[in-house]
T-cell receptor
Framework: GENVEQHPSTLSVQEGDSAVIKCTYSDSASNYFPWYKQELGKGPQLIIDIRSNVGEKKDQRIAVTLNKTAKHFSLHITETQPEDSAVYFCAASEGSGGSYIPTFGRGTSLIVHP | GAVVSQHPSWVICKSGTSVKIECRSLDFQATTMFWYRQFPKQSLMLMATSNEGSKATYEQGVEKDKFLINHASLTLSTLTVTSAHPEDSSFYIC????????????FGSGTRLTVV
């Protein structure tokens, strides 16, 4: 089965700095890679996703890069703000619907200091 | 965008009683729903996968007689924790997707269950 490793487990940055969270996966059949933000006491929210036919995707301050050869993908947050503080999860899946089951990383606690 | 509504957001129950948690997809047909359990500062632990109209598929180690899952319609799935005990106290989260995967996996807001 799929195995997703996520690093670092904790990331502390100053407001305005960039933050990078990295994930690796093991199953070459995976082709859908979503990223979720989870605030305390809430469910995870999808913030960006990428499919294997694309190498990079951006949405304002958030970007995701994918290297299929190396089987790793990363989340980049620029100009971090205190409200970016949360736990971020990466996931990998063979598809994004039907009965495909995503495998999640262990999460990264991002702390943005004002 | 896709919205999944989960209720209740929190519940306290006595040991031995049963609790039902509802998960509804508001603007898409959820052909598949997932139920997760999350312990503090940990990742999501998949409990079961349910397809509309079919019996749920439980992950290894999850007691299907204790955690009853019903997915009778394309917009509603329920998780019933039967004969709850303090060790069942946890954060339960549902997730839903449609057959084409156009919405990815959308999560509910979670339910904090406390068994006293």
């Amino acid at each position: 089965g799929e195995n997703v490793e996520q690093h670092p487990s904790t990331l502390s940055v100053q407001e305005g700095d960039s933050a990078v969270i990295k994930c690796t996966y093991s199953d070459s059949a995976s082709n859908y890679f979503p990223w979720y933000k989870q605030e305390l006491g809430k469910g995870p929210q999808l913030i960006i996703d990428i499919r294997s036919n694309v190498g990079e995707k951006k949405d304002q301050r958030i970007a995701v890069t994918l290297n299929k050869t190396a089987k790793h993908f990363s989340l980049h947050i620029t100009e971090t703000q205190p409200e970016d503080s949360a736990v971020y999860f990466c996931a990998a899946s063979e598809g994004s619907g039907g009965s495909y089951i995503p495998t999640f990383g262990r999460g990264t606690s991002l702390i943005v200091h004002p | 965008g896709a919205v999944v509504s989960q209720h209740p957001s929190w519940v306290i129950c006595k040991s031995g009683t049963s609790v039902k948690i509802e998960c509804r997809s508001l603007d898409f047909q959820a052909t598949t729903m997932f139920w997760y359990r999350q312990f503090p500062k940990q990742s999501l632990m998949l409990m079961a996968t349910s397809n509309e109209g079919s019996k749920a598929t439980y992950e290894q180690g999850v007691e299907k007689d204790k955690f009853l899952i019903n997915h009778a319609s394309l917009t509603l799935s329920t998780l019933t924790v039967t004969s709850a005990h303090p060790e069942d106290s946890s954060f339960y989260i549902c997730s839903a997707t449609n057959s084409g995967g156009s919405y990815g996996y959308t999560f509910g807001s979670g339910t904090r269950l406390t068994v006293v």
